[in-house]
């Protein structure tokens, strides 16, 4: 009976392990085939968004500008549909940590591809959407290949130019005034970009004569289709004019869909609204205790206000005049970068890489007219290049404006902007990136991830003593109830029907921005939905991860460790770098 009893144990324990195994062998075998699947989902998309590889720094499509007819897009949504049938073969159990997160941003893009082209149909109001002048600058300037090649390359971009602003102008068939502005001002950009040094690199080439007499005449085509769709965008701003354009007030149905999509956050659109407006509070009430222990300070002699609020403006008013010089506001930023790099080696927050330097330079005209600043990173195919950190340069400012400019950008803010930015912001994020094992990670970033890294980094230095002072902390407050009146404005614009006057008052009253900055994020708002939300919503998600981590490790709890595991996972939305970092 012993026997028999011995021989049934060690049966159940012999299929158990060889069931065990099977399921690793099965686990194995899907992780193996969900990485070709990726391949191929690559692929599909490059060969569907030629830009975005060109991004990526891949550039064997450069040649490739699809044209947005019916036909294709119709095509587009069968691509897209084949690939979520193929994607939905896999078991999400049975993939491993990171092909889930990449499961998860796979399943997010194709649901966001198809919702943009059928609910959202952007292409029929917004006429910022069609402009080759990114395409043709980066064929240009690339060091990617010979300049004889990538002058054949263009040729042969510049072939369809002509149908592709064609199909532009049949597509706008609703368009709003905010985007024909913005549509017109970045077509002269192209404009530019197709002028005299484009000429003169042709010129210089050792092409053939017939080659060049045939990219000549394709530049020639291109302009003329360039300025045609120019001269339409300025004819509908015309007939649109007294109300008759689309709103870009996008509305509550849509904005939860697109917060849920884009944003993907464990926070709802609803949330996150709710969260800022008492965070928004919260401020306030710090910079309220800052202000009146320094009022003496900087203001002595005048009587503190009764009204608190004005109290902080005064006093915000007084410190933002230290600032640069207006034909030094390029140049300090750029002395400012070695100085942060230091501080971060020397405070062991980060490991940097010395060989990938973050490159100052004034935003190419065609990027201008949404922000004032932002990075540019080498794409996962040419880690090796330069990252840039764009800045708009005051010298289109009127006096006015440039003064404006430069005391919302003052002494204390202009560190703070360098940080976010750059390091250790978004370049050092992005360089982090860019080592992801994981390439769809790179290619499919979460934005409220990337910045509310950013936005997490500048208090995170401020904590570790980077510059700490009152000054520095009161105008740290000010900087961060931008991220928060973000959401806010936001909201309530797409939304709650927010009317400027009110905008204005949130911006410059209860958040102390200067005029010009409130009158550019107010163009913003109009010219975008949900991306404005990020900042708050991925500055929340990891600084309450980052404090759930510490009461998990107690005293084993680091801070490079943290920073560097949480960076390791890449460009993925929070909510699915928690599950990992807290198994």
Known sequence: MKKQLLLVIILIISVSACKEQTNKDVASDQNENFDSFKEEFL???WKQSPGWASWAGLHEYDSILNIDSEENKQKYLNSLKEMDAKLQQFELANLDDKNKIDYHLIENSLESSVWWVNEFKGHEWDASGYNIAGRVWTIVNGDYADLDTRLEILSALLKNVPAYYESGIENLTRPTMEHLDLGYNQNQGALHILGEQLLDSISSSTLSDATKETLLARVQSSKEAVSNYIATLEKLKVELADGKAESPRIGKKLYDKNYALQVNSGYTADEIYNKALKE????????????DS????????L???????????????KIAEKHVAREDFVDEIKRQMPILASFVTEHDLLTQDPSKPL?????PVHMRGV???????????????DTYYNVTPLDGYSDEEAESNLREYNHYILQILNIHEGIPGHYT???YGNESPSI???????GAMVEGWANYAEIMMLEEGYNESPEMWLMWYKWQLRSVTNTILDYSYHVLDLQKEDAMKLMIAEAFQEKTEAEEKWVRVTLTSVQLTSYFTGFSEIYELRDEMKTLKGDDFDLKEFHEQFLSYGNAPVKYIRELMIK
């Open 43 to 45: 692929q599909n998309l």
């Open 280 to 291: 928004k509070k919260k401020i306030h009430a710090k910079m309220i205790e800052i202000s």
């Open 294 to 301: 320094i009022w003496d300070n900087h203001l002595a002699g």
């Open 303 to 317: 009587k503190k206000p009764t009204d608190e609020i004005v109290m902080i403006k005064m006093l915000i008013d």
């Open 359 to 363: 490159v100052v330079r004034e935003m």
């Open 371 to 385: 922000s004032g600043a932002s990075v540019s990173s080498p794409g996962p195919y040419e880690k090796g290049k």
């Open 429 to 431: 994020q992005l360089v």
């Open 440 to 446: 769809i990670k790179t290619i499919l970033a979460n």
